[in-house]
């Protein structure tokens, strides 16, 4: 007998809300805004009224440090100690650090290399007493601590301590055996279970109708006994099994979780409590996620009890979809299971150490791993609900320029979901000996996506380049960067010190969180590792959309958990309004990304504002079933009054004629053949074959001419490093159906790199029969195309992966619904321009801004606190910007505040009228790896 579900819709999110839906912003949205005093502004007793009442104390303020910051505003490093500390050295470096400009440190006191530390134990009386002299000479000099809470990453494993101290609070996993059963008729069997096993469940499967059964009470003394029904069965055992090889926690148990904090964060507590909220003032978590966990299968021994405890019923039968398809309740069974498992982690981890934190007024910060692998269920579960209940999310940003470029707005939309002011960075480690240029261009380019707490990575207490693991080494001591630091911290402190206030953030796009399909698609022993994302369905584009959006149309958003959408986000007028104290966003557009798999919560959020005149865009594919059992005819009817069909399979296709694709050479297997390149499918790719070298080439043959305009590429691993494009049989007439080329190919392009989000506008637009792309030289024995796409003169797809098709629906009170099968970039600015005529921020010559590439981008962010709105346009790339802004609304007293030296200077502004919505016009000029602020008050209406 199955459970009935039928009304669990969003039951973790649920219950957690149902007692009182602003519960999590206590004590934690109390301390974190402590932080913010401490970091930034001191205005006294902090709340959110008083932003506002004190607007023109703030803003004095705000001026007066902008134009030479002070040292708590500044950035804070980690250091690492990888050598033997003493008090005289101690206090010696961070004098230094703090005439360079630091604000405060973090110490990790390992990571050396062979992951040399300190040479004293950890948590030691002798290391914890060096520890002190830091807190003591921090607090003599006016400087800050933020506490690191391991020895190395991961956090979780107390430098050792817990493995030998509380081995019962070690990490588990959850394995799962099969054996067959044919009935009628009696069956017996003995089960052995592994030795400190805990049996989470049985249940029987019938292979023909995928009826699932729960028989865990026949697996009695070792031995399986079980009257089996007619058919052939697969009995499934679900263990619990110890997981400690690593030594870490049990991440979703709070009990454990406890001991861990006794171990490290109470330990430094005792040791110096009179810093422990003052001069230590924030704390810092590292990299917990499962994929330490074999098969990233991280499970408790008490999940089934929290389970019934939250939900009323046994979420045994549900346990066979954690590996299968178990028929229409498989999306269903995943997001039930999967999703309490992200909670059990955002609240068994964080919230354990973040509430006992907040005790002594101490914010929490830390980061997970692999923030920009497109499904994160094995790996934290829910990107965006882990910091559900952390002060301070973080991100990590390491090893390479812009790797988590895509990943930075869902940390930045965590904090806005929960009203949180601030999102910290890890930043630079690994990196390697960057020009100072690059401390700039990932500052800007972090901060134009909603970053504002800056941890530089790193400085090294023994800083011979032996010693040190991780480049670049930044301190005073480095030739190459002592002598920029004070003017980078600088810098730094005028960022953080305009976009640290509380403040709402301000876009017109809302784009919801896709997690409910991304659980219902993932599985345990996936066709991918857990650190590389375990199953990543074709689907999900939200991340690349993400990207098009903030980086190519420059239309800022933020992803919005379902969660949020269904008790946050309330329909007003033909808007969505986030309900928070004080990231009070206002929405005009909802747009729905990829997804097979979504919350009739959720969507009948979405239907309410479509009835109301609200803007609906939907991308790739519309979902046709739901995370909740029995409720996918649901789903198809609201989606039918939403977009005026059921699913994608009943939509009308026109596709473009078949393109041949041809390559040079290819990887081993299908998976990588050169059609991998024009699937769109951005999770594929088209790989040279192994030890190819320089000279590759993929080519493309139409079988009649086409007219290109654009062409867009996204190279994995940014191997290339000089190409050319290549036309089939080029018609110098355009309009000609005679072949009149003078060469069967002729280049079209020479360029250097490629990467993520090459774009190239082809004027006037070319008509052949082809086209080649021809790799002469790369930085690797092979290279990989993910995608290249090729649009006409009116923006249609011309490849045959991506069907061109654009599904348009509308009601009497003004509201629209756009399906796009592909969002290109042409598609999507269309239908923006339609949904949002005049739009928060417009740039003119939109072409003509530099894309997104290794050199940089040029993005922007805009916020509204203390009663003024603040702008911040960054140019982290090698191109000058010249282009005229448009800003929705009429401003008086606009300034440009330059983060570089501190001077502010008067806009000229036009004030002009976008139809018959009033706007402002601003000349906005920015040398290559720039940025600048624009402050201004908006002219009441």
């Known amino acids: 007998m199955q459970p009935d579900i039928s009304n669990l819709a969003s039951a973790d999110a649920a219950d957690f809300l149902k007692e009182e839906p602003m519960r999590h912003t206590s004590s934690i949205w109390r301390v974190s805004v402590a932080l913010f005093a401490t970091l930034s502004v001191t205005l006294g007793p902090m709340s959110a009224g008083m932003v506002h009442a004190q607007a023109d104390d703030t803003w004095d303020t705000l001026t007066r440090e902008f134009r030479e910051p002070p040292l708590q505003r500044k950035s804070r490093p980690l250091w690492f100690w990888n050598g033997l500390p003493t008090a005289e050295e101690t206090a010696r470096q961070m004098e230094k650090l703090c005439e360079i400009g630091y604000a405060g440190v973090a110490i990790l006191p390992g990571g050396g290399k062979g992951n040399r530390g300190p040479g004293l134990p950890f948590m030691s009386p002798e290391y914890l007493q060096q520890y002190k002299v830091a807190a003591d000479t921090a607090k003599r000099l006016g400087m800050k601590m933020c506490l690191y809470d391991e020895y190395w990453f991961p956090s979780g494993y107390a430098g050792g301590l817990l493995a030998k101290q509380y081995p019962e609070a070690l990490s588990k996993r959850l394995d799962r055996t099969v054996f067959s059963a044919k009935g009628p008729g009696p069956f017996e069997r003995e089960v052995k279970l592994p030795d400190g096993a805990r049996l989470m469940g049985v249940v029987a499967v019938r292979d023909a109708d995928k009826q699932r059964v729960d028989v865990s009470a026949q697996l009695s003394q070792g031995v399986f006994h079980w009257d089996v029904p007619e058919g052939e069965w697969r009995i499934q055992t679900f263990v619990c099994v110890p997981d400690g090889a690593r030594g870490l926690v049990d991440y979703l148990e709070p009990e454990s979780v406890g001991k861990f904090y006794e171990l490290t964060y109470e330990a430094y507590r005792r040791a110096m409590p009179e810093h422990f909220g003052t001069t230590i003032d924030s704390a810092f978590y590292d990299e917990p996620t499962f994929h330490w966990i074999d098969g990233g299968r991280a499970w408790t021994p008490r999940f089934n009890e929290y389970f019934q405890q939250r939900f009323g019923f046994n979420p045994v039968p549900l346990y066979p979809a954690l590996w299968?398809?178990?028929?229409?309740?498989?999306?269903?069974?995943?997001?039930?299971l999967f999703g309490f498992r992200a909670t059990l982690f955002s609240e068994g981890f964080v919230k354990t150490i973040a509430e006992r934190l907040a005790e002594h007024g101490v914010p929490l910060t830390g980061h997970l791993d692999q923030e920009e692998i497109v499904n994160p269920v094995g790996l934290c579960g829910d990107l965006m609900k882990a910091f559900q209940y952390q002060p301070i999310p973080g991100l990590d940003q390491v090893f390479k320029y812009g790797r988590g470029s895509k990943m930075y707005k869902i940390i930045s939309s965590a904090a806005y979901n929960y009203d949180r002011s601030l999102v910290m960075t890890e930043v630079y480690g690994g990196e390697g000996r960057i020009p100072i240029e690059m401390l700039y261009r990932e500052a800007m380019d972090q901060a134009a996506k909603g970053v504002n707490l800056f941890v530089p990575h790193a400085v090294w207490y023994d800083a011979t380049p032996e010693q040190i693991n991780f480049q670049p080494e930044l301190s005073h001591r480095d030739p190459l960067y002592g002598k920029a630091l004070p003017a980078y911290n600088r810098y730094i402190g005028r960022i953080q010190g305009l976009l640290q206030p509380p403040a709402r953030h301000v876009a017109d796009v809302a784009v919801l969180y896709p997690i409910a399909s991304l659980q219902a698609a993932y599985h345990f022993d996936g066709p991918l590792k857990p650190y590389a994302g375990g199953v990543v369905p074709e689907e999900a584009d939200y991340m690349d959309l993400g990207e098009t959006l903030s980086l190519r149309l420059r239309r800022d958003y933020t992803f919005v958990h379902p969660d949020v959408v269904e008790t946050k986000l309330r329909v007003v007028?033909?808007?969505?309004?986030?309900?928070?104290?004080?990231?009070?966003?206002?929405?005009?557009?909802?747009?729905m990304p990829g997804m097979r798999a979504i919350r009739v919560g959720t969507l009948r959020k979405v239907l309410e504002f479509y009835r109301a005149g609200g803007q609906v865009i939907a991308t790739t594919r519309l979902p046709d079933r739901s995370a909740e059992p029995r409720q996918s005819?649901?789903?198809?009817?609201?989606?039918?009054?939403?977009?005026?069909?059921?699913?994608?399979?009943?939509?009308?296709?026109t596709r473009s004629q078949e393109v041949k694709a041809s390559a040079s050479s290819s990887f081993a297997g299908s998976e990588h053949s050169p059609q991998r390149a024009i699937d769109s499918v951005a999770t594929t790719r088209w790989n040279s074959a192994a030890q190819s070298g320089n000279d590759q080439w993929l080519a493309l043959e139409f079988g009649k001419p086409k007219t290109i305009a654009r062409i867009e590429i996204n190279e994995a691993f940014d191997r290339v490093r000089r190409f050319r494009l290549q036309g089939l049989n080029v018609r110098k007439n355009r309009e000609s159906e005679e072949n009149d080329a003078a060469d069967a190919w002729a280049d079209l392009h020479e360029g250097a790199t490629i990467g993520a989000a090459f774009s190239l506008k082809l004027e006037?637009?070319?008509?052949?029969?082809?086209?080649r792309l021809v790799f002469d030289e790369i930085d690797s024995d092979c290279l990989s195309i993910r995608e290249l796409a090729l649009f006409a003169p009116d923006g249609s797809n011309l490849l045959p992966g991506g069907d061109t098709m654009v599904a348009r629906n509308e009601n009497a009170a003004g509201g629209r619904a756009w399906f796009l099968q592909t969002a290109s970039e042409e598609l999507l600015r269309s239908v923006l321009d339609e949904a949002v005529a005049v739009p928060d921020v417009r740039f003119a010559d939109l072409d003509q801004l530099p894309a997104a590439s290794v050199q940089g981008e040029f993005s922007y962010l805009h916020r509204r606190i203390a009663k003024r709105d603040v702008w911040f346009f960054a140019n982290s790339s090698d191109r000058a910007v010249e282009t005229t802004v448009r800003l929705r609304g009429q401003f008086d007293d606009l300034q440009w505040w330059n983060p570089h030296n501190g001077d502010m200077s008067p806009a000229a502004a036009a004030k002009t009228t976008g139809g018959s919505i009033k706007v402002t016009d601003v000349e906005l000029r920015l040398p290559p790896v720039r940025s600048v602020f624009l402050v201004g008050r908006e002219i009441p209406r």
């Open 633 to 653: 005819d649901e789903v198809a009817r609201l989606i039918r009054e939403i977009f005026g069909h059921d699913t994608l399979s009943q939509l009308k296709k």
């Open 324 to 336: 299968e398809d178990i028929g229409p309740d498989t999306a269903a069974a995943r997001n039930t």
């Open 764 to 771: 006037p637009p070319q008509t052949c029969e082809g086209l």
């Open 573 to 591: 007028g033909n808007t969505l309004i986030m309900e928070n104290k004080i990231n009070r966003e206002q929405f005009r557009v909802f747009v």
